[in-house]
């Protein structure tokens, strides 16, 4: 059956930033597809809320604290999830992020930061884990977690969408040489209701006008971003690599524009 191609099977994930909002809804999603999912993110707690609906699902779960600026906690979350599932079939970078800012106000530090946090790591840990993943399963699937920042152009966002861009190029060119074994792809996420958009989700004008600008009329959620996720884990998607998948309600242009000042 083609619902059969969108299992998970015993399969073994990894999920970065999985403590709450995107990382912890796609964690659940591949549990319920029947995955054991080792899970990654700087808040203990958090991990415990996401391994316990893991668990809840029926599957094995692995909460590894994990801040994935340093790489001994990268090294410790890939070696950990082979000592207790013995492979890897997926990896999934979701952790990530930069807020606004005006590009005459980004220090050097700050650009360099969101492309260390959002592209560099992400590209260590993918390295790290793709050895393995090829010993131990004979092959598997990575999904990049970007942003609509990396492809929309928009103000205020030159450190963020500049990192995010990085992504998805590093996604295609990482695609190109590791095909036909491991399967590389990026989900560019639009605007979704977690605590990144909590501003627009509270404010009543807000979230109107970012609805009325958005061509399917809502704010994402996270089973949204989830549910590609899953596709492109799974051997659904076996004859898809390297490609962007922009999961955003149909945006085209910014559905709310940060002010910055004229020059």
């Given amino acids: 059956m083609i619902l059969d191609r969108f299992k998970l099977t015993d399969k073994v994930a990894i999920v970065t930033g999985a403590g709450r909002g995107i990382g912890q809804g796609i964690a659940w999603a591949f549990a319920e597809a029947g995955a054991d999912v080792a899970v990654g993110a700087r808040s203990a707690d958090q991990l415990a809320e996401t391994v316990a609906g893991i668990e809840k699902r029926g599957r094995r779960g692995l909460a590894v604290p994990t801040d994935v600026l340093e790489n001994e906690d990268l090294d410790a979350l890939v070696q950990e999830t082979l000592d207790r599932f013995g492979r890897i079939d997926v990896l999934v970078n979701n952790a990530g992020g930069s807020p606004p800012r005006e590009a005459l106000k980004t220090s050097q530090a700050f650009f360099e930061r969101a492309i260390h946090f959002n592209t560099t790591q992400a590209f260590l840990l993918t390295?790290?884990?793709?050895?393995?993943?090829?010993?131990t399963a004979g092959g598997g699937a990575i999904v990049n977690i970007g942003s609509r920042a990396g492809?929309?152009?928009q103000k205020a966002f030159v450190a963020y969408g500049t990192?995010?861009?990085a992504l998805i190029y590093?996604?295609?060119?990482l695609a190109q040489e590791w095909a036909p074994k491991v399967r590389v792809n990026v989900i560019a996420v639009g605007g979704v209701a977690t605590s990144a958009l909590e501003v627009v989700i509270t404010d009543a004008n807000l979230k109107r006008t970012f609805e009325e600008k958005t061509p399917m009329g809502r704010i994402g959620e996270v089973e949204d971003i989830a549910a590609c996720a899953l596709y492109l884990a799974s051997p659904a998607s076996s004859w898809v690599t390297g490609k962007v998948f922009e999961v955003d309600g149909g945006t085209e242009a910014t559905a709310l524009e940060v002010p910055t000042t004229p020059l």
């Fill in 127 to 135: 390295q790290k884990v793709v050895p393995h993943m090829v010993r």
């Fill in 151 to 153: 492809s929309m152009p």
């Fill in 163 to 165: 990192a995010k861009a």
């Fill in 170 to 173: 590093m996604t295609k060119l």
